[in-house]
């Protein structure tokens, strides 16, 4: 985890991209193993492609620039870490990446830096002589080394795709191959193995060969040993360096602690400059991070208490993914988050998110999904706006925002659409539409009280006190990132929203603080018997759509509250959990 600022942003992508030229290296080299299959000849001819493609300035500086980059700045993300409590697939592919420079040092020293200094042919025909007659450990340590380099690579190509919309189609494909190309490379070798073993019967063979390919003897063995040995260590010594330093680090830093504080769990006490994500890990507190905390997600979220203002701001990273989920000021990402002064925060998504749930937060290319669409305007502010300088009415608009955002983040939803006085806000892109529902209702209060709350902050400022008017709506809708250039944003088009607007519409007519449709309710569990109705007329269509008119929202959403904490758990709107069970009996409101 990075919590990347600044100058740093540029640390993973640059990780990656050369982790993604050392997996095309594997790739074709695995390629070339397969060949054996047909015979260690054609092994061989598809030697001589491997090296026009890799053994030549441009090829020699890609792949040796990529290796020395991405071992070196994975050396630098483990000093940055704060904790070494992590997920264990991370834990998994951290342990793996680490075992491969040294393992590596035996094979680099034995083929190319062999091949530099004495002209020695790295022939498959030489190397699987070592590996399949005279050397088993050679073998055994090559083995270990293609596996390790090969799982640490798959591992962070799955991490890093899991989000895109395509990836679940395209898994059982990726896993297939990823799965089969080392297994018939693997057979491949083994082939071409028993080949050089027959061949070896011949007791002239093996001289014949080290000698043709100008195999290193005597003192040039011993200087390459050296070599070898010298970059084994090396590796080694310089891991146990960073993990010193970072005892060193720590060390100093435990001088200034700070404390962070759970709404739901106890006080960390973390030194200065860890995010709240490593001050939860280190404490052994459930928290969401279904990126790893590589700042992708978003689901590691929380709300921090207090003016915002006061926190260190987020860097270009974190801005760009609270700004895709509509986050309000006082929404931060765990993982980017170092606080520099003691803080009280509340966790917003449950720990158990799966990537899928992520996936359909981040659908970039659209996607049908049945959600609850929320609709809220502020009742006359027009005329309040007329009698304002423009100064002010930013300024009350934004402490508006910041009031209904908020409501809405806390009970899961997602505000994305700030319009005039009014807002849309979905529920049910990260959840099933029950739950979505209930989510809905429970902001729709929140934001009332808020808002009541502001205007009676603002008093005589505003001369008449605020009021707001929301229609809430649920069915199928295409989900999706829409808009031109920087101003993209994830939204929601279709009838539903449409009908929601109208539901909003109708408060005013009908005097009341929220119009619900019945399949609001319905989705929720909740009985709407004790609710006045109408029939709304819709557009193009000849049934009509019974709403249900309710003048008190937040007596509504105590009794969902009331009734949910009779059976606690992942599913409990007021927990501000966006994860939910469809499965809790039907609710009396
Ligand atoms: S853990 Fe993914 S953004 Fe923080």
């Known amino acids: 985890m990075s919590g990347d600022r600044g100058g740093k942003a540029w640390v993973r992508p640059v990780r990656l991209w ?9 790739i074709t080299h695995f390629s070339n193993h397969t060949l054996g299959l047909i015979s260690l000849k054609t092994m061989e001819a598809g030697r001589i492609w491997f ?7 441009i090829g020699e500086t890609a792949l040796f620039g990529a290796l020395l980059v991405h071992w070196w700045l994975g050396l630098w993300l483990i000093y940055r870490r704060r904790t070494l409590r992590m997920p264990a697939w991370e834990a998994v592919q951290i342990v793996f990446g680490v075992c491969v420079p040294p393992l590596l ?11 530099a200094m004495y002209g020695t042919l790295d022939l498959y025909t030489r190397t699987l002589l070592g590996y399949f007659v005279t050397d ?17 690579g798959c591992i962070g190509i799955h991490f890093w795709l899991r989000f895109r919309s395509w990836y679940p189609r395209a898994f059982p494909l990726l896993l297939t191959l990823f799965v089969l190309l080392p297994v018939v490379a693997a057979l491949g070798v083994s082939q071409a193995g028993r080949e050089v073993i027959a061949l070896a019967q011949d007791p002239g063979f093996a001289k014949r060969l080290l000698a043709e390919t100008r195999a290193p003897q005597g003192a040039q063995r011993a200087e390459l040993q050296q070599i070898r040995d010298a970059l084994f260590w090396g590796t080694w010594a310089l891991l146990a360096l960073t993990l010193a330093a970072r005892a060193v680090r720590d060390r100093l830093t435990r001088r200034s602690m700070i404390g962070i504080r759970h709404t739901d769990g106890p006080e960390v006490r973390v030194p200065l400059g860890w995010t709240v994500l490593e001050a939860s890990r280190s404490a052994g507190i459930p928290h969401a991070s279904v990126c790893g905390g590589r700042g992708r997600c ?7 208490a207090g003016d915002p203002t006061l926190l260190p701001p987020a860097s270009p990273l974190e801005r760009r993914v609270l700004n895709r989920v509509g986050a309000p000021p006082n929404v931060r990402l765990a993982c980017q988050l170092r606080p520099d002064r003691d803080v009280l925060v509340t966790r917003l998504v449950a720990p158990s998110i799966s990537a899928h749930a992520v996936q359909a937060l981040s659908a970039r290319s659209g996607q049908e999904r049945e959600i ?6 502020l009742r006359g502010f027009t005329r309040i706006a007329e009698k304002k300088l423009p100064y002010d009415v930013v300024f009350i608009l934004n402490r508006y925002f910041e009031a209904v955002g908020s409501a809405v983040a806390e009970a899961g939803g997602l505000a994305n659409q700030y319009t005039g006085d009014g807002v849309m806000a979905l529920f049910g892109i990260e959840t099933e539409p029950g739950p979505a529902c209930r989510q809905a209702l429970m902001a729709a209060a929140a934001m009332i009280t808020r808002v009541e709350e502001l205007g009676r902050g603002l008093g005589q400022e505003l001369g008449s006190p605020l009021r707001i008017g929301i229609g809430i709506h649920a069915g199928p809708v295409v989900v999706g990132e829409m808009g031109y250039g920087e101003t993209r944003y994830l939204t929601a088009v279709g009838d539903t929203v449409n009908t929601a607007s109208r539901l909003e519409g109708l408060t005013k007519e009908h005097d009341c603080e929220l119009v619900v449709s019945e ?4 989705r929720a569990g909740l009985d709407s018997s004790g609710y006045p109705g109408a029939e709304l007329s819709l557009r193009n269509r000849e049934a009509t759509l019974r709403v249900l008119l309710v003048k008190d929202a937040r007596r509504l959403a105590e009794r969902i509250a009331a009734l949910s904490s009779r059976s606690p758990g992942p599913g409990d ?11 809790s009996p039907p609710l009396r409101a």
Do not use: K, M
């Open 51 to 57: 090296l026009a493609l890799w053994r030549n300035p």
């Open 372 to 377: 609850a669409v929320l609709f809220a305007d």
């Open 105 to 115: 040092a035996y094979h680099l020293v034995g083929t190319r830096v062999a091949n």
């Open 18 to 26: 050369c982790g993604l030229i050392l997996f095309g290296y594997l």
């Open 298 to 304: 978003s689901t590691c979220r929380i709300r921090v």
């Open 573 to 583: 709107p007021s927990s501000g959990s966006i994860q939910a069970t469809e499965a």
């Open 519 to 522: 399949q609001v309710f319905a």
């Open 136 to 152: 088993y450990w050679g073998g055994a340590r090559q083995t270990a080394l293609f596996s390790l380099a090969w799982a640490h």
